[in-house]
């Protein structure tokens, strides 16, 4: 098993994992879902979704991660014959494959915009821009596809140099600063959104749940969401797991992930909301919200231009490492099956990707009336297709198979809980997840039909 990785100790697992869990997925998608979809009715199904879905199944893939010590498609299969099930479990490994790189292909266009805000914000264009010209600024953006593929091609650049060394070289390092001073910036952030914004409205928008106000469709999304924020359902957790130690507590090391993971989140929402408000705009902008508003923010204040680069910097940083795990588990599986060698696979898996962010680049402008599934654009199909359909299938596959087709002993020894909490874990990981997805797919199918 010389081709194999591993996590020094808990600690650099802790942080790799953290690493893909924060992302885009608290500083860009959340906020701006809350705003679409209703604000705080939003808030409170996603917390309960991160709660008793998220959490369970979190534990639930590094569980299977690490006691495979394989990639997701050779762990599936190892582990169905472990428990003398059918082999075509593999496959579910392989979905998780396919919905990393289908991820990938919008994610890297949105960590490029973030790369391109990052040079726009050394210019000191923000300097007392006004709510208007803000939102023109990230127009004129979206509608220059040029541009928008540099960023692209840059921020895969970036994400395939670090795979193609492999994931314990070098990130582990980057994620013991970046993630602390993250979380140092929210809240320079969030002081000057509460002295100068309007936090009371943020607030009542975000926290005052009013249970009538709940769709379908939030909650739809509010699952998604929560399988797409904390990385779960495609294998990027099973892989980082199976490079972890087996003395290592699988319970502890998810609940803080997850609750530094939605911390963030709603920090920055609580953050672009007061300035929403504070400014007259529009809650329901979508995926442009943070680009629009913040600015707004930088620009007026002191040392603004200085912080407006730290703060991109920093979402950028977030993103790569989020980016690196939505490819670790197709490299693996090359790695570890065939002879080819981590860096041709990694060259050939990121020119297939980049190609697909090109088509979504061109999607905000060119090809902005081309539809793929249900009249959806290129990005909102890959959004939604993977958000909504695909994380949350194949964590629901995984907890049937933790749940229904695993050796109970095997499942004891892995996950090494006591008592109590594995029965928590059991009800949770058996019933309460697999019907809330189940559920929710159901309703779906209604929709579609
Ligand atoms: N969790 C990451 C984010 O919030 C995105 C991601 C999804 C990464 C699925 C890996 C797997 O940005």
């Given at each position: 098993?010389?081709?194999?990785g591993?996590?020094?100790?808990r600690?650099?697992?802790?942080?790799?994992t953290?690493g893909s869990?924060?992302g885009?997925?608290?500083?860009?998608?959340?906020?701006?879902?809350?705003?679409?979809?209703?604000g705080?009715?939003?808030?409170?199904?996603?917390?309960?979704c991160?709660?008793f879905v998220?959490i369970?199944?979190?534990?639930?893939e590094i569980?299977?991660?690490?006691r495979?010590?394989k990639?997701?498609?050779?762990a599936?299969?190892q582990?169905?014959?472990?428990?003398?099930?059918?082999t075509?479990?593999?496959?579910?490994?392989a979905?998780?494959m396919?919905?990393?790189?289908?991820?990938?292909?919008?994610?890297?266009?949105?960590?490029?915009w973030?790369?391109?805000y990052?040079?726009v914000?050394t210019?000191?264009?923000?300097?007392?821009?006004?709510?208007t010209?803000?939102?023109?600024?990230f127009e004129?953006?979206l509608?220059?596809?040029?541009?928008l593929?540099?960023w692209?091609?840059?921020f895969m650049?970036m994400?395939?140099?670090?795979?193609?060394?492999?994931v314990?070289?070098?990130?582990?390092?980057?994620?013991?600063?970046?993630?602390?001073?993250?979380?140092?910036?929210?809240?320079?952030l969030?002081g000057?959104?509460?002295s100068?914004g309007?936090?009371?409205?943020a607030?009542?928008?975000?926290?005052t749940?009013?249970?009538?106000?709940?769709?379908p469709?939030a909650?739809l999304?509010?699952l998604?969401?929560?399988?797409?924020s904390?990385?779960?359902g495609?294998?990027?957790?099973?892989?980082?797991?199976?490079?972890?130690q087996?003395?290592?507590?699988?319970?502890?090391?998810?609940i803080?992930?997850?609750?530094?993971?939605?911390?963030?989140g709603l920090?920055?929402?609580?953050a672009?909301?007061?300035?929403?408000?504070a400014?007259?705009?529009?809650?329901n902008?979508?995926?442009?919200?943070?680009?629009?508003?913040?600015?707004?923010a930088?620009?007026?204040?002191?040392?603004?231009?200085?912080i407006a680069?730290?703060?991109?910097?920093?979402?950028?940083?977030a993103?790569w490492?989020?980016?690196?795990s939505l490819?670790?588990?197709?490299?693996?599986w090359?790695?570890?099956?065939?002879?080819?060698?981590?860096?041709?696979?990694?060259?050939?898996?990121?020119?297939a990707?980049?190609?697909?962010g090109i088509a979504?680049s061109l999607?905000?402008?060119t090809?902005?009336?081309?539809?793929?599934?249900f009249?959806?654009g290129?990005?909102?199909?890959l959004?939604?297709?993977?958000?909504t359909i695909?994380?949350p299938?194949?964590?629901?596959m995984m907890?049937?198979?933790?749940?229904?087709?695993m050796?109970k002993?095997?499942?004891?020894?892995?996950?090494n809980?006591?008592?109590?909490a594995?029965?928590?874990w059991?009800?949770?990981?058996?019933?309460?997840?697999?019907i809330a997805?189940?559920?929710?797919?159901?309703?779906l199918?209604?929709?579609?039909s």
């Open positions: 098993m010389q081709h194999r591993a996590w020094k100790n600690w650099t697992f802790m942080l790799a953290a869990a924060i885009l997925g608290n500083i860009w998608k959340l906020p701006y879902m809350i705003g679409v979809n209703g705080s009715a939003f808030v409170l199904v996603f917390i309960a991160i709660f998220g369970p199944l979190m534990m639930t569980m299977l991660g690490r495979a010590q990639n997701p498609f050779n599936m299969q582990l169905a014959l472990e428990a003398n099930a059918s075509y479990w593999k496959y579910l490994g979905a998780g396919l919905a990393g790189v289908l991820i990938l292909g919008f994610y890297s266009v949105i960590g490029g973030v790369l391109s990052i040079a914000s210019q000191g264009t923000f300097h007392n821009i006004s709510a010209q803000s939102a023109q600024n004129v953006l509608n220059s596809p040029i541009t593929i540099f692209h091609s840059l650049v994400t395939m140099s670090v795979v193609a060394r492999g314990s070289a070098g990130l582990e390092k980057a994620n013991n600063i970046l993630i602390p001073a993250l979380f140092a910036i929210l809240l320079i969030l000057y959104s509460m100068v309007d936090m009371h409205a607030y009542q928008f975000m926290f749940f009013d249970f009538t106000k709940i769709t469709v909650v999304s509010a998604g969401h929560a399988f797409f904390l990385s779960l495609m294998g990027a957790v099973m892989v980082y797991g199976s490079y972890l087996r003395n290592v507590s699988i319970a502890k090391t998810t803080y992930i997850a609750i530094a993971d939605t911390m963030l920090l920055v929402g609580l672009i909301y007061s300035l929403v408000f400014n007259h705009l529009a809650p902008a979508g995926p442009g919200l943070i680009f629009q508003t913040l600015p707004i930088f620009g007026h204040m002191p040392g603004g231009s200085f680069v730290l703060f991109f910097t920093l979402v950028a940083f993103a490492t989020s980016a690196i490819v670790e588990p197709t490299i693996a090359v790695v570890e099956n065939t002879q080819v060698k981590r860096t041709h696979a990694t060259l050939v898996l990121g020119i990707i980049w190609l697909l979504v999607s905000f402008s090809w902005k009336t081309v539809t793929i599934i009249g959806l290129i990005f909102d199909t959004d939604k297709l993977t958000s695909m994380l299938l194949g964590g629901l907890a049937i198979f933790a749940g229904y087709v050796k002993n095997h499942l004891q020894d892995e996950l809980l006591k008592r109590k594995y029965q928590i059991t009800v949770t990981n058996n019933y309460v997840a697999p997805i189940f559920a929710v797919f159901i309703y199918l209604g929709l579609v």
